[in-house]
């Protein structure tokens, strides 16, 4: 099978359950944890950013920047 690659869009919503990207520092101090998506997307500091939950639902940042982030489940 040949591998596909490429990128797709989506709406950022509440509930999408995400990665930090791997080749970020901390996407490799947490190499393969998901988080939930907790808020809307909103501006800051020249940047897009929402609210991360660990899945346990414990906060795990106020404003992650949406660049740093892989989306692994928009099913919501």
């Not at 997307?41 to 414990?58: K, R």
Request: glycine share 8%.
């Amino acid at each position: 099978m040949e591998k596909i690659e490429g990128s797709v869009q989506v709406k950022v919503t509440t509930g999408m359950k995400v990665r930090i990207n791997p080749e970020e520092v901390e996407g490799k101090k947490h190499k393969g944890k998901e988080f939930v998506i907790a808020s809307l997307p909103w501006a800051l500091c020249g940047t897009e950013v929402v609210e991360l939950d660990n899945l346990d639902g414990s906060r795990f940042s106020p404003a992650y920047d949406l660049s740093m982030l892989e989306i692994t489940d928009a099913s919501v």
